[in-house]
């Protein structure tokens, strides 16, 4: 059964370092997402894409993020510049297009981020 | 902003039970509720999704119930397993443009099934 897979499954980094965050969606799938999750808390919405565009993004998506599809397969997490507080568990979610038929989302395995 | 709560926050019951677990939302204009399955230290795993024009849906020994009006939804899980122990995450879908759609979770239900 296709799946979302990311790498790395952990990463570790300095503060102030930059880290990308690697994801491949579920091939015929049109819509990519990225979410955190801090521990012990709620899963958020960071940003959504399509058609090589963000759609939408939380407030928590500020100019420190970036979102690429840099080829046909990988869609990638770039944060510029780490903090403390960015510490989280990052999911990638795909789903296969717009529509109430098509938008469920299926989730990767995440990549744990921990911050030094 | 829509605010999405799982009562109860964790539920211990013995293998074979019936049991239900809760989620209610705020903001009735919902595209659709997805339940997942979430183990320790683990990613998401999809279990229902109910389209907002359902009203149950169900897979396996599992049955969810939306009440859109109302703003919640049930999961039932029949003849739990020790196997089913795990959190469980409602999320509901709000269009957030170009066709794509921002989930909104809850917190979960940390379940544990007792052999």
């Known amino acids: 059964e296709p799946e979302v897979t990311q790498t790395p499954s952990h990463q570790v980094t300095q503060m102030g370092q930059e880290v990308i965050l690697r994801c491949v969606p579920i091939?015929?799938?049109?819509?990519f997402y990225w979410y955190r999750q801090i521990l012990g808390q709620k899963v958020e919405f960071l940003v959504s894409f399509y058609n090589n565009e963000i759609s939408e993004k939380s407030e928590i998506f500020d100019d420190q993020f970036s979102v690429e599809r840099p080829d046909g397969s990988n869609f990638t997490l770039k944060i510029r510049s780490t903090k403390l507080e960015d510490s989280a568990m990052y999911f990638c979610a795909s789903s296969l297009g717009a529509g109430a038929r098509n938008n469920e989302q299926f989730f990767g395995p995440g990549t744990r981020l921990t911050v030094l | 902003k829509q605010e999405v709560t799982q009562i109860p926050a964790a539920l211990s019951v013995p293998e074979g039970e019936n049991l239900v677990l809760n989620c209610s939302f705020t903001?009735?204009?919902?595209?659709?509720l997805q339940w997942f399955r979430q183990d320790p230290g683990k990613g998401l795993t999809s279990l229902l999704l109910?389209?907002?024009?359902?009203r149950e849906q169900t897979s396996g020994r599992l049955n969810a119930s939306l009440d859109k009006s109302s703003g919640r939804s049930t999961l039932y899980i029949a003849a739990s397993q020790p196997g089913d122990s795990a959190t469980y995450l409602c999320a509901v879908a709000a269009y957030s443009g170009a066709g794509s759609y921002q989930l909104t979770f809850g917190k979960g239900t940390k379940l544990s099934v007792i052999p």
């Open positions: 109910i389209q907002s024009s359902q």
């Open positions: 091939s015929n799938h049109l819509y």
């Open positions: 903001d009735s204009a919902i595209y659709n």
